[in-house]
C-alpha cells in the first residue's frame, strides 16, 4: 500500500524521496540481496509503500501518474542501485499496466489498476516461448472457448516475475484456423488457479537474485471476463504500447547502471595507487573514462529525447528502438571498461561492478535482442525512405 502522503507530493520532491530511497536502502542492501539469493522482502514492501509500482498508472486508478520524461527521470535514480530491484516491479509499471490501461474493459481496469499500483497485485507478462521468442506470431499456447470460460493449455519461457506474479497477462492463440499474429488473443490468468505451474531455472548469468522462470499451463480455466478488452484476435496489437513503454524504461535502466559503474570505478581509481601515482591520473584510464562518459552521456540524451516525444502523443517506436538498442550496447561496453580499470578486483571479490556487469549484459536481450532492432530499425529506413526520401521518427520539417 502506498503511503498517503506520498500522494500530496510534487515531481521535485518524489524524485529526491527515491533518489534518497536509493542512497539510503536499496544500494547498502545489495550485498544482503546477492548472499540471500532474492530481493529482501523488506525492500520490496519498501518499494510498494513508496509508490514504485505505481508511477505509470493514473490517479483515477490509484497509480502515481507520472509522464514518460519523469518516469525516466525515476528509472536514472533507482537504477543506480542493482537492476535487480527494478525488475521486481518492472513488469506492473510497464508491459502489463499499460496493456489494461489502453485495451482492457471499464470492469478490468477497475479491478485490477488499483491493486496493481498498491503493489498487492504483482503480474508478469506471459509471451515468449520455446519456438516464439522475437517472431512472437508463431506462438503456440492455445486457448479455447468453452461457454463463458477459456480453457488454456501451453507453456511460456523467460518471464519476469513469473515465480512472484499473483496474475499473468498471457498471449495465446484463440483461433487456430487464422495463422501468425492475428489468431492471438491476450487473457489474465489468475496464478493460483488450477492447472497453473512455474518454475524457476537453476542458473541464471545474471539477475541472478530476481530470475526468469517458466509457467506452464494444463487445462486452466480462464473466465471469459479476462479476455483482454472482451476482443478476440488483437492481443500482439494490444501488446504494442506496453512493449514501446518497457524498453524506453530499459534504455533508462541502462544509462543508470553506467552512471553508478563509472561513480564506482573512478572511486577505485582515484584511491588505487601504481607507480607512485592515482591510477586516475594515466593518460590512457583517462582516455577510456573520458569516452565511457561521453557514450552515457549520449544515451542519457537519447533517451530523454524519446521520452519528450513519448509524452508528445505519438510514440515514436523507432526512436526507442534506437534508444534501446544504443543504451544497452554502450551499457555493455562501459562495464567490460570498468572491470578491466579495476584489473584483479574486477574479477574477484565482492566489488558491486562485476555484479553489474553480469547483470547488464541481459539487457542487450531483454525487450528485443540487438540483432532485431537492427534488423528492424533497417527496414524502416528502407521502407520509409522509399515513401519519401526520409529518416522514420526523423527531426526533417
Known amino acids: 500500500m502506498i503511503d498517503k502522503e506520498i500522494f500530496d507530493y510534487d515531481f521535485p520532491t518524489y524524485l529526491k524521496t527515491i533518489a534518497d530511497f536509493t542512497a539510503s536502502e536499496l544500494i547498502p542492501a545489495e550485498d544482503e540481496m546477492v548472499a540471500a539469493g532474492a530481493v529482501p522482502d523488506r525492500i520490496v514492501t519498501r518499494m510498494a509503500e513508496l509508490g514504485l509500482f505505481a508511477i505509470s498508472i493514473p490517479r483515477s486508478y490509484g497509480g502515481l501518474e507520472w509522464s514518460m520524461a519523469q518516469q525516466v527521470a525515476l528509472t536514472?535514480?533507482?537504477?543506480?542501485?542493482?537492476?535487480?530491484?527494478?525488475?521486481?516491479?518492472?513488469?506492473?509499471?510497464?508491459?502489463?499496466?499499460q496493456a489494461i490501461l489502453d485495451h482492457g474493459t471499464d470492469e478490468q481496469k477497475q479491478r485490477?489498476?488499483?491493486?496493481?499500483?498498491?503493489?498487492?497485485?504483482?503480474?508478469?507478462?506471459?509471451?515468449?516461448?520455446?519456438?516464439?521468442?522475437?517472431d512472437a506470431g508463431h506462438l503456440t499456447t492455445t486457448a479455447r472457448r468453452e461457454g463463458d470460460t477459456y480453457i488454456?493449455?501451453?507453456?511460456?519461457?523467460?518471464?519476469?516475475?513469473?515465480?512472484?506474479?499473483?496474475?499473468?497477462?498471457v498471449f495465446a492463440r484463440t483461433d487456430q484456423s487464422i495463422p501468425g499474429a492475428d489468431g492471438v488473443s491476450a487473457l489474465i490468468v489468475d496464478a493460483s488457479s488450477p492447472g497453473v505451474r512455474t518454475a524457476l531455472p537453476a542458473i541464471m548469468n545474471g539477475h541472478a537474485e530476481a530470475p526468469v522462470g517458466e509457467?506452464?499451463?494444463?487445462n486452466v480455466v480462464v473466465p471469459a471476463s479476462n479476455l483482454l478488452g472482451d476482443i478476440e484476435g488483437e492481443g500482439l496489437r494490444m501488446a504494442l504500447r506496453g512493449i514501446n513503454h518497457a524498453r524506453l524504461h530499459v534504455a533508462a535502466t541502462c544509462v543508470g547502471q553506467a552512471?553508478?559503474?563509472?561513480?564506482?570505478?573512478?572511486?577505485?581509481?582515484?584511491?588505487?595507487?601504481?607507480?607512485?601515482?592515482?591510477?586516475?591520473?594515466?593518460?590512457?584510464?583517462?582516455?577510456?573514462?573520458?569516452?565511457?562518459?561521453?557514450?552515457?552521456e549520449a544515451g542519457r540524451a537519447l533517451v530523454m529525447e524519446s521520452a519528450r516525444a513519448f509524452d508528445e502523443g505519438d510514440i515514436p517506436r523507432h526512436r526507442i528502438a534506437a534508444a534501446k538498442l544504443y543504451c544497452s550496447e554502450m551499457a555493455s561496453r562501459v562495464a567490460d571498461r570498468c572491470v578491466q580499470l579495476m584489473g584483479g578486483e574486477g574479477i574477484v571479490g565482492?566489488?558491486?561492478?562485476?555484479?553489474?556487469?553480469?547483470?547488464?549484459?541481459?539487457?542487450?536481450?531483454?525487450?528485443?535482442?540487438?540483432?532485431?532492432?537492427?534488423?528492424?530499425?533497417?527496414?524502416?529506413?528502407?521502407?520509409?525512405?522509399g515513401v519519401d526520401g526520409t529518416l522514420?521518427?526523423?527531426?526533417r520539417v
Open 350 to 385: 565482492p566489488h558491486p561492478i562485476p555484479r553489474m556487469w553480469r547483470d547488464v549484459r541481459a539487457l542487450r536481450i531483454y525487450e528485443g535482442s540487438s540483432p532485431i532492432h537492427e534488423r528492424n530499425l533497417a527496414k524502416a529506413m528502407i521502407k520509409q525512405v
Open 152 to 169: 488454456v493449455n501451453g507453456s511460456k519461457r523467460y518471464i519476469t516475475n513469473a515465480g512472484w506474479a499473483d496474475a499473468f497477462v
Open 259 to 296: 552512471t553508478r559503474m563509472l561513480e564506482e570505478v573512478t572511486a577505485h581509481l582515484n584511491a588505487r595507487k601504481q607507480f607512485g601515482a592515482p591510477l586516475s591520473e594515466l593518460g590512457a584510464v583517462q582516455a577510456t573514462l573520458g569516452a565511457s562518459f561521453a557514450e552515457m
Open 392 to 395: 522514420p521518427n526523423s527531426y
Open 215 to 218: 509457467i506452464y499451463l494444463e
Open 112 to 134: 485490477l489498476l488499483p491493486e496493481m499500483a498498491a503493489g498487492e497485485l504483482v503480474t508478469a507478462f506471459a509471451l515468449t516461448e520455446e519456438g516464439a521468442g522475437s
Open 76 to 97: 536514472l535514480e533507482f537504477t543506480r542501485a542493482s537492476c535487480v530491484y527494478r525488475s521486481r516491479f518492472s513488469t506492473v509499471i510497464g508491459l502489463c499496466s
